[in-house]
């Protein structure tokens, strides 16, 4: 009993320190990006290493670099029935695969966007996700218009972001 007390301590303990989605949702998104990843891996080898998918409230952005149109399309297509899914963004370019610095720079290029926007007034910050990808800035989660608007314009201020896309679900 002390140890189910615990885990639901633990458990609610969780969903205040990252926003508000409920545990469930967590879950599910992490189930639809696990889905997505195998569902990706077999529509094409091509497509190994180069894509990623993260899913928010069954929101599921895809983004990396592939080939040609084809294999982009192919990726989109790939994940378009995974389950749970309420909406696909697909951010696919088509370029050549990026290097080890670039990939670096851009998990850097996410940690000063993060606390960017840890230390910005009216924005809750554990209800965002931050995706990076070439320099472009990915902006994921259920805010308000005005906190994305805040959100969007710290984010603008962070050295190396060459561009920002929202993929925000709007509340109230």
């Given at each position: 009993m002390?140890?189910?007390?615990?885990?639901?301590?633990?458990?609610?303990?969780?969903?205040a320190l990252s926003?508000?989605?409920?545990t469930?949702?967590k879950?599910?998104?992490?189930?639809?990006?696990?889905?997505?990843?195998?569902?990706?891996?077999?529509?094409?080898?091509?497509?190994?290493g180069?894509v990623?998918v993260?899913?928010?409230?069954?929101i599921?952005l895809v983004t990396?670099?592939?080939?040609?149109?084809?294999?982009?399309?192919?990726?989109?297509n790939a994940?378009?029935?995974?389950?749970?899914?309420?909406?696909v963004?697909n951010?696919?370019?088509?370029?050549?695969?990026p290097?080890f610095?670039l990939?670096t720079?851009?998990?850097?290029?996410?940690?000063?966007?993060?606390?960017?926007l840890?230390?910005?007034?009216?924005v809750?910050?554990?209800?965002?996700?931050?995706?990076t990808e070439?320099?472009?800035?990915?902006?994921?989660?259920?805010?308000?218009?005005?906190?994305a608007?805040r959100?969007v314009a710290a984010?603008?201020?962070?050295?190396?972001?060459?561009?920002i896309?929202?993929?925000?679900?709007y509340q109230?």
């Amino acid at each position: 009993m002390a140890l189910a007390m615990l885990v639901l301590a633990l458990g609610s303990g969780c969903t205040a320190l990252s926003g508000d989605r409920s545990t469930g949702t967590k879950i599910d998104d992490e189930f639809i990006e696990r889905v997505a990843r195998k569902e990706i891996r077999s529509a094409d080898d091509r497509l190994r290493g180069n894509v990623r998918v993260v899913s928010y409230n069954g929101i599921l952005l895809v983004t990396g670099q592939v080939e040609d149109e084809a294999l982009r399309q192919a990726a989109e297509n790939a994940v378009a029935n995974v389950k749970k899914v309420r909406q696909v963004h697909n951010e696919i370019v088509v370029a050549g695969r990026p290097g080890f610095l670039l990939r670096t720079n851009d998990r850097y290029l996410a940690a000063k966007v993060k606390t960017k926007l840890i230390g910005t007034e009216d924005v809750d910050s554990t209800r965002i996700k931050v995706v990076t990808e070439d320099g472009v800035v990915f902006l994921m989660g259920v805010i308000d218009r005005d906190a994305a608007e805040r959100a969007v314009a710290a984010a603008r201020t962070v050295s190396g972001v060459r561009k920002i896309v929202k993929v925000f679900e709007y509340q109230g």
